[in-house]
């Protein structure tokens, strides 16, 4: 069974479009992320959530919403895409932040090119 | 804000021989956490090592150890006995609460 479980692995759309894409973990943690990393490799944080509340938001456009419906789903909504949000995104999760030991696991990513 | 750096994109070694791979992090806590991730060409992120910074023992995992300097702030992999396997970016993060930072990564070529 995956643990963290990402849909569409792949998506291919065209500028302007909205799309989704859908998370799920199955570790029964507390806090889910979304994480994006560019065709440089470089990977950043883009949202945490902690028992569907907001805890981390960085600087990312009002284009994308996340939206948490319980603590084991962590979806992510981009609007207007544009060519720059081509990438891929993870999304990860891991126990209550404020527990020691806790470690971040992954999704296997989300390869979103936009044309 | 944390950073984390590391400062070789790229390296080779040969299958069998030993690599160490750099990363330095600048932070004003003290309490924090260290991981190794290595992903492969699947892209799949997959958790190497773990190092809380409380804990002044090195932490090692079958072929993979670290080297956790905390007052130099650096944190170093060692990878003994290199497997083609061990092919894949090497990701070099820091974490507080449910924060975490990844470093630039370095690209880890294993040779037969």
């Known amino acids: 069974d995956t643990a963290v479980s990402q849909t569409p692995k792949y998506l291919v759309t065209q500028m302007g479009n909205d799309k989704s894409i859908k998370c799920e973990q199955n570790?029964?943690?507390?806090?889910m992320y979304w994480y994006k990393q560019d065709s440089k490799k470089f990977l950043k944080i883009m949202f945490s959530y902690n028992n569907k509340e907001l805890i981390i938001n960085e600087t990312v456009p009002n284009r994308f919403s996340p939206k948490s419906p319980d603590k084991a789903h962590l979806n992510l909504h981009i609007n207007s895409l544009e060519l720059g949000d081509s990438a891929v995104y993870f999304c990860a999760s891991s126990q209550d932040p404020g527990l020691s030991g806790n470690t971040i696991y992954f999704g296997e990513g989300s390869w979103l090119t936009v044309v | 804000a944390q950073t984390v750096t590391q400062s070789q994109p790229e390296m080779s070694v040969q299958e069998a021989e030993t690599v160490t791979l750099s990363c330095t992090y600048d932070?004003?806590?003290?309490?924090?956490?260290l991981f190794w991730y290595k992903q492969p060409p699947s892209r799949q992120m997959i958790l190497v090592i773990r190092q809380e910074a409380y804990k002044q023992q090195n932490a090692t995992e079958n072929r993979f150890s670290v080297n956790f300097q905390k007052a130099a702030k650096s944190f170093s992999l060692k990878i003994s006995d290199s497997q083609l396997g061990d092919t894949a970016m090497y990701f070099c993060a820091f974490m507080i609460l449910a924060d975490m930072r990844f470093g630039a990564g370095t690209r880890l070529t294993v040779k037969p």
């Open positions: 570790l029964g943690h507390d806090t």
């Open positions: 932070t004003s806590e003290s309490n924090y956490y």
